[in-house]
């Protein structure tokens, strides 16, 4: 009898301490969890957006195609054809502090830049004709840039996978990149396709000298991306563009999360500029606060404007 009581006893602590082990969180414990998923979706959503002070840049910087925001300033480049220079701007952004040479290189279509605490890298990755083999980042050393010297950059050259050079006619492919940012340990390449409206989000190491790139998403932009940054402290993505027809066109900022290594699409929102103008470059000076430039064009002269952030 003894035996079969303590058999009883034992199947009975067993099926107690199964339902502990299977019960469902307590109502106080789903309600923290999802407070905890709302406060992460308000921090990475961007309610408004106003775009003020526009100023205009110095002639010599009539073609920003490039910003980035450092402890020493701002810097800013210039694009295809001009030389090969970084453009270190003044606080009020209407005058030069430094022009930095860098004669072992050509500015064969620079489009965009990047940083991270060690170096600025230089995208040099216009591709509007689809024919170009000779597709770099170049990787300068922020040290020797903020104490004014020409410091010899590290050429870091790749392709795209599946990309044929001189198959494409103009403005009719989606191999062209005017956007990098720095992510983690990574440098972020978005494309600009010109034939379907997306951009494909590549992710280029910076310890390679030569490699070859996969897109690892697809984002459905809806418009042509000529710039990005990335805010590590929000962990949110800014993607600069604006619609193909530039007639009755309109230029256009998405915000979106990043999460695992990709942007979370499902939450990205789309806000358009008031101003339309050919944008060409942006960076986050602040939680709050983006600077954008645009080259000089038929539409507008080479200016910058401040974007202040409204979160939810």
């Not at 923290?32 to 526009?54: F, H, P, Y």
């Not at 940083?115 to 509007?128: K, P, R, V």
């Not at 040290?143 to 795209?160: E, K």
């Not at 459905?220 to 990005?228: D, M, Y």
């Amino acid at each position: 009898m003894r035996i079969v009581i303590i058999a009883i006893a034992v199947f009975l602590s067993a099926c107690t301490q199964i339902r502990t082990e299977t019960s469902p969180p307590s109502p106080a414990t789903v309600t923290e969890l999802r407070q905890t998923q709302i406060e992460r979706v308000k921090q990475a959503t961007v309610s408004t957006i106003k775009v003020s002070n526009a100023k205009k840049l110095p002639k010599t910087l009539n073609e920003s195609s490039g910003l980035v925001f450092s402890s020493t300033g701002i810097w800013s480049i210039n694009d295809s054809g001009g030389k090969a220079v970084l453009y270190r701007l003044s606080p009020e952004l209407e005058h030069l502090f430094d022009q930095i040479a860098l004669p072992s290189l050509h500015n064969h279509d620079w489009e965009a830049l990047t940083a991270n605490d060690e170096y600025i890298y230089i995208a040099d990755t216009g591709n509007n004709k689809g024919n170009r083999e000779n597709l770099a980042l170049y990787k300068v050393d922020m040290q020797a840039l903020n104490a004014g010297h020409d410091a010899p950059p590290q050429r870091l050259a790749f392709s795209y996978l599946g990309y044929q050079a001189g198959s494409y006619k103009m403005h009719k492919h989606n191999f062209d990149c005017e956007a990098i940012a720095w992510v983690d340990d990574a440098v972020w390449l978005f494309s600009k396709n010109w034939q379907n409206l997306n951009s494909e989000v590549y992710q280029l190491n910076p310890t390679k000298n030569e490699q070859q790139l996969e897109a690892i998403q697809t984002l459905p932009v809806k418009g042509l991306i000529t710039g990005a940054s990335y805010n590590a402290q929000k962990k949110v993505m800014a993607l600069l563009g604006y619609s193909k027809p530039s007639l009755f066109g309109h230029s256009f900022i998405w915000f979106a999360p990043v999460e695992d290594g990709k942007l979370n699409w499902q939450l990205a929102s789309r806000h358009v500029l008031p101003r339309y103008a050919q944008w060409e470059a942006i960076t986050w000076l602040d939680d709050d606060q983006l600077l954008i430039s645009a080259e000089q064009s038929l539409l507008s002269a080479a200016s910058t404007a401040n974007v202040t952030l409204q979160w939810h």
